[in-house]
């Protein structure tokens, strides 16, 4: 498949995933209306959960774009390897945001302030869980391939339960940091191609 070619079938799989994007954000407003008919509830839900799921099918499209670059063209063009480097570290950062915002419920309960702070940072556990899996696959990213999809089977086994339930809560919190754990893998995989030094422990 020559470059042409390639792009075009890039372009039309963005437009894919840009579909199934609006498509699940239109659900989950959808099931938001049939609980909660406050005009304002619903565009705060469809505001917070947007970013994240966005992150979802942009991470798809990265991952499929790239193994699909490399088996037909057995390399990765600098701006696509650029993009597999950072996508799943910024992407990290924006979840670990995202987690964040749910800590803020801790405020306006009546507590003492001892009371909420210690509430706030058993909260922000999970958050810095993240953060500390995000600094060594910084360093290290298939080791940080590997914790992400522990930490994803860790959101499902403590979560999976309501799975049906409110399914846009935990596709987001099951999804998205395995999406960023294969994306490190992929990272991992495909490091000579991406203009890294990335060859594991003993890196440097």
Do not use: C
Not at 33 to 43: G, K, L, T
Not at 130 to 149: E, K, T
């Amino acid at each position: 498949m020559n470059v042409s070619n390639l792009k075009i079938v890039a372009w039309v799989q963005r437009g894919l995933f840009g579909i199934l994007f609006v498509i699940t954000l239109g659900m989950i407003l959808r099931d938001a209306v049939a609980m909660n008919s406050n005009p304002a509830d619903v565009a705060v839900t469809g505001a917070l959960l947007a970013a994240p799921l966005l992150l979802i099918f942009f991470a798809l499209d990265v991952l499929v774009e790239s193994v699909e670059q490399k088996l037909t063209m057995h390399h990765l063009s600098p701006r696509l390897a650029a993009v597999l480097r950072w996508t799943p570290r910024v992407g990290v950062l924006i979840f670990a945001t995202f987690m964040s915002v749910f800590a803020l419920d801790v405020f306006g309960q009546g507590t003492s302030l001892w009371d909420t702070t210690i509430a706030l940072m058993m909260h922000l556990i999970p958050t810095a869980l993240l953060l500390v899996v995000l600094l060594v696959a910084w360093r290290w990213p298939w080791v940080g391939g590997v914790a992400f999809l522990l930490v994803a089977g860790l959101f499902l086994w403590r979560f999976g339960d309501g799975w049906g339930d409110q399914w846009p809560i935990y596709l987001l919190f099951v999804g998205t940091p395995a999406l960023m754990g294969v994306l490190f893998l992929a990272n991992w995989w495909l490091r000579d191609d991406s203009g890294t030094s990335d060859t594991g422990i003993g890196a440097t």
